[in-house]
């Protein structure tokens, strides 16, 4: 078996894939994310109240898309003696999401959660939504207390494209869940951004959910295609309708973020 050890965004094509991707794509977000480093990410955290003594609660605020106030739930272990691994969750407005963040931060996971507003339809780009997922990643990631190279995403709900996005983004996620259904007016723009993403995958049943698994890591495909002359899946896409959802989270979170198993993208088969 021969391995090629090298980072997936150094042999990915410069060029869309397909020519049924937006004509602007890569040139668009490249525009949409150059304007939003000027404006600093800069979590604010306010202490908050928690349900177990061995857990410390955060009410975190940091700038989202255009820089508007963006508000989250931060939960972290009492006491860590070193930087933790962190999981952004992305939700749909409205969700009392600081009531159940223990599943994971008991583990030893910096945990937060930022409600995401709701899909734009006649935004072919969904830039509020997507630019906010970006950012709540960064924003966990300037923590002193949070490790920046093992940090995941998970999206669910109405909102589960956020993570699509922000995988497509980010090529050093240590990885990705997807919980939700696609909403096929951003079908384009998500394929595109699956097609980009080079951190493992787990999704769950639902609308777009094959498609997603069939163009995840296309890109690296298809340069290591040109490299070998045949054409293996490069990043680890999981499908499942396993319904226990804690168990089923916390293994795939902490399988691709363990202190010893730091997951690096890479092309090998």
Known sequence: MTEYDLPLVMVAPAGPPATDEPTDFDAFWAANLAAHRGIEVAPTLVTAGARSRDLRAETVTFAGFQGRTVTGWLLLPVGAASTLPGLVELRPAGGAAARDLEWLASGGYAHLVVEVPPDDLDDPYNRGAFTDAFRAVQALRTLASVDPSRVAVLGTGPVAAAAVATAGLLPDLAC??????????????????????????????????????????????????????????????????????????????????????????????
């Not at 384009?188 to 049943?205: C, I, M």
């Not at 226990?244 to 973020?257: E, G």
């Open 176 to 269: 990705a869940l997807v919980e939700g259904d696609i909403p096929a007016a951003h079908k384009d723009s998500l394929v595109a951004f699956a097609r980009r993403a080079s951190t493992p995958l787990q999704l769950t049943q639902g609308a777009g959910a094959q498609v997603l698994q069939e163009e995840w890591g296309r890109n690296a495909a298809l340069a290591l295609s040109q490299m070998t002359g045949s054409v293996e899946r490069v990043v680890e896409c999981v499908l499942t309708a396993d319904s226990d959802l804690v168990t089923r989270r916390t293994r795939w979170v902490a399988r691709h973020t363990h202190l010893t198993n730091i997951f690096v993208p890479q092309v090998a088969y």
